[in-house]
């Protein structure tokens, strides 16, 4: 068990904790969250004892292995493999005196020295750190690459590596999935299910945390606050506590509008019905856990954008890819206004390709690519931290692209990323990934895209951040394509998915549910090196068999609850007619008294039409989903 009593905590002057108190039982399973700043990599370094405690006490078992995933970018001419493999000091160790032993040709050493590394599991170690290095996405051949030759995204997923494979009874993991894409994010979400010892985690992704973590530790104000249950538990059980405060009053009831308004925009509109009902679910959630985020210092909407008419981008039997390389082929993608689709598809697939050659910054290999009038691109991915001056304030960024807005509104503006006072005429040089994150994003919002391109855009962002940034996706009026590993980011912003995989690009149907069990099946021959069996392939076509017959059940349904969508959109836009009319007051002079009879007549029988509507919808819907989860049960 691991004993933490009344700990005091300084970084420089700033004090991080005073009288924390935090009890740690084996096998848990714990997330730790909070804002930039508050201390949460501090922890982790008092953990390791990297750091001591200014006050306080603090006790963790001797016998205790701990093992935790490196911030600093891995330097090494060592290749993939071995750089996993030496997370594993003690097989290194005993691989050491099987070679000194062979070599003095002592049969008693070199016997001793096999059964150790029998008993620590040494003889699949190699097939062990290929599977971690393959579960986070590195192909087969790229194993014996060295270190050095992989980018800081990459390195960062070695270091992860490394630490997966050493043996621990503590495992301290700070933002694992940050350079992740979804596929290795869900990956590393099922190996972590499974791990025995004792598991902290520092993450800003609720969905990866939700499915991993039993027990949520928040630091906020200078205390550990515990939690028990994941983080939909923590935000519900924050909620509660916070309602009761008359001062969120206010503010809670200001974000419980914004939700009812984003429910009524999208309640209907979602392009698939599967999709639209998990929408529905999840609204009402939001609206239970509003009060959560009250007290967040992010708050910030995009602005109405420049109106397009037509196409904002068109792509037409178009060849992608780079220096004559192609990876996507036949690709028509068009992006009308409004449109709202999440990227999905396995690692390398082309995701990034697609959105570099929608931004031009990626010529075709072939094909045709038009813009339409008055697009305006927001394009947001991690290079666009790069190119950020580290000399110039978060102001001085601003004001280089709009001389004539004030000092004020701007600082105003600023102020809604939390960037106030000093913060935002500081040089950015000594900001954290968080904050030139967040300062990427607000230069992307006060220019007012009416088509924005989001590759990863929460990594580095804090959960306060990544809900404010959903908030206001919901309401952005604009087109809007995301590549995300973060499920929540998606499930509440977009509104279809597309699949990039097999060099193709094309609709996808279904949720992340479908897109995960796609996963399960989906073969990469090129990274495992396995055939599949007959026997395999034959249980595949059963499968695929047996998926036709379901659709074929679910096919009826599906019918009329597209039907009824667009029986309730033509009843919206009549309903909206009637009450255009209603306004007009010329209607109510006693010579009108007829006309205003038939059309309000008309707007209570348009009304009562739509709740019928309504009531059926939800009632087919709620078939559907029944028979869906009876077919998941007999699979």
């Given at each position: ?5 009344d700990i ?8 991080l904790l ?9 096998g ?6 909070g804002?930039?700043g508050s ?7 008092l953990l390791m004892g990297?750091?001591?405690a200014?006050?306080?006490d603090?006790?963790?078992p001797?016998?205790w ?6 911030q600093?970018?891995?330097t090494?001419e060592?290749?993939a493999l071995?750089f996993?493999i030496?997370?594993d ?6 691989e ?5 032993a062979?070599s003095?040709e002592d049969?008693?050493?070199l ?5 150790r590394m029998?008993?620590?599991k040494?003889f699949?170690?190699h097939?062990r750190?290929e599977?971690?290095l393959q ?5 087969q ?5 060295p270190?050095n ?7 960062i997923?070695l270091n992860?590596?490394q630490?997966l494979?050493s043996?621990?009874d503590?495992l301290?993991?700070?933002e694992?999935t940050n350079h992740l ?12 299910k499974s791990y025995v010892?004792?598991?902290l985690?520092i993450?800003?992704d609720r ?9 949520v530790v928040?630091?906020?104000?200078q205390?550990t ?7 939909s ?8 506590r916070?309602?009761l405060q008359q001062?969120?009053?206010e503010?809670?009831?200001k974000r419980k509008k914004d939700?009812?308004a ?10 698939k019905?599967k999709q639209?009902?998990s ?5 009402q959630r939001?609206?239970s ?5 009250v007290d967040?210092?992010?708050?910030f909407d995009?602005?109405?954008a420049k109106k ?6 068109n ?9 004559e390389k192609a990876i996507?082929n036949?690709v ?7 449109t709202?689709?999440g990227?999905?598809g396995?690692n390398?697939a082309?995701?990034?390709t ?5 931004t031009?910054?990626?010529d075709l290999?072939?094909g ?6 008055n ?7 991690q290079?666009?931290?790069?190119v950020l ?8 960024h601003i004001q280089?692209i709009s001389?004539?807005?004030t000092?004020q509104?701007?600082?105003?503006f600023?102020g809604g990323?939390?960037?106030?006072n000093?913060?935002a005429l ?6 954290s990934?968080?904050?030139?994150a ?7 919002v ?11 855009p929460t990594?580095h962002?804090?959960?306060?951040m ?6 206001a996706?919901?309401s952005?009026e ?5 590549i995300?590993?973060d499920?929540h ?7 279809e998915f ?9 609709e ?5 549910r ?7 099946d989906?073969?990469?021959p090129?990274e495992t090196?396995?055939r599949?069996s007959?026997t395999?392939v034959?249980?595949?076509?059963n499968e695929r ?23 309730i959109e033509?009843?919206e836009k009549?309903?909206?007619e009637c009450?255009?009319?209603l306004s ?5 002079s006693s ?8 059309v309000?007549?008309n707007?209570?029988?348009l009304?009562?039409q739509l709740?019928?509507s ?5 009632e087919q ?6 028979l869906s989860?009876?077919?998941l049960k007999?699979n």
């Amino acid at each position: 068990m691991i004993s933490i009593i009344d700990i005091e905590l300084r970084r420089g002057v700033k004090l991080l904790l005073k009288d924390a108190e935090l009890i740690i039982h084996p096998g848990q399973h714990i997330g730790i969250i909070g804002a930039n700043g508050s201390g949460k990599s501090s922890l982790f370094k008092l953990l390791m004892g990297q750091v001591a405690a200014d006050a306080g006490d603090m006790s963790i078992p001797a016998d205790w292995r701990i093992a935790h995933m490196a911030q600093e970018l891995a330097t090494s001419e060592r290749s993939a493999l071995d750089f996993v493999i030496d997370g594993d000091p003690l097989l290194r160790k005993i691989e050491a005196m099987i070679e000194k032993a062979l070599s003095a040709e002592d049969n008693d050493t070199l016997a001793n020295a096999y059964e150790r590394m029998d008993t620590i599991k040494g003889f699949d170690a190699h097939y062990r750190a290929e599977q971690l290095l393959q579960g986070l996405g590195f192909h087969q051949s790229e194993l014996q690459r060295p270190v050095n030759s992989f980018s800081g995204g990459w390195r960062i997923r070695l270091n992860l590596a490394q630490s997966l494979m050493s043996p621990s009874d503590l495992l301290l993991l700070d933002e694992p999935t940050n350079h992740l894409d979804l596929d290795a994010t869900l990956w590393l979400e099922s190996w972590l299910k499974s791990y025995v010892g004792t598991l902290l985690i520092i993450s800003h992704d609720r969905d990866f945390l939700d499915n991993v973590v039993s027990r949520v530790v928040h630091i906020e104000h200078q205390k550990t606050n515990s939690y028990k249950g994941n983080y939909s538990a923590f935000e519900r059980l924050r909620s509660e506590r916070l309602a009761l405060q008359q001062a969120s009053f206010e503010k809670q009831q200001k974000r419980k509008k914004d939700v009812e308004a984003f429910v009524a925009r999208f309640r209907y509109k979602a392009s698939k019905a599967k999709q639209a009902q998990s929408r529905l679910k999840e609204l009402q959630r939001m609206d239970s856990i509003a009060p959560a985020h009250v007290d967040s210092p992010f708050y910030f909407d995009f602005p109405d954008a420049k109106k397009a008419y037509g196409a904002l981008v068109n792509i037409s039997q178009a060849t992608l890819g780079y220096h004559e390389k192609a990876i996507l082929n036949t690709v028509n993608f068009d992006l009308q206004p409004g449109t709202r689709i999440g990227l999905l598809g396995p690692n390398g697939a082309g995701k990034s390709t697609l959105i570099n050659s929608l931004t031009g910054d990626l010529d075709l290999l072939a094909g045709v690519r038009v813009y339409g009038e008055n697009l305006k691109i927001g394009y947001f991915a991690q290079h666009q931290l790069e190119v950020l001056d580290l000399q110039a304030s978060p102001l001085l960024h601003i004001q280089r692209i709009s001389p004539q807005a004030t000092d004020q509104e701007v600082r105003n503006f600023l102020g809604g990323f939390d960037f106030h006072n000093d913060k935002a005429l500081d040089p950015i040089q000594a900001f954290s990934g968080g904050e030139k994150a967040r300062l990427a994003l607000a230069l992307i919002v006060w220019q007012k895209p009416n088509l924005l391109l989001l590759d990863e855009p929460t990594n580095h962002l804090d959960l306060e951040m990544r809900h404010a940034l959903t908030m206001a996706l919901q309401s952005y009026e604009g087109a809007l394509v995301v590549i995300s590993h973060d499920r929540h980011l998606l499930r509440n912003t977009v509104d279809e998915f597309y699949l990039v995989a097999d060099g193709a690009v094309r609709e996808f149907d279904g949720d992340l549910r479908d897109y995960q069990k796609w996963l399960k099946d989906f073969v990469r021959p090129v990274e495992t090196g396995i055939r599949a069996s007959s026997t395999e392939v034959k249980d595949k076509k059963n499968e695929r068999k047996k998926a036709a017959q379901d659709r074929q059940k679910l096919a009826p349904l599906t019918k009329n609850i597209r039907q009824l969508e667009t029986t309730i959109e033509t009843l919206e836009k009549k309903l909206k007619e009637c009450e255009l009319i209603l306004s007009d007051e010329s209607l109510y002079s006693s010579d009108q008294h007829k006309q205003l009879t038939h059309v309000l007549d008309n707007q209570s029988k348009l009304k009562r039409q739509l709740k019928v509507s309504e009531e059926q919808w939800l009632e087919q819907q709620d078939e559907l989903e029944k028979l869906s989860c009876d077919g998941l049960k007999a699979n």
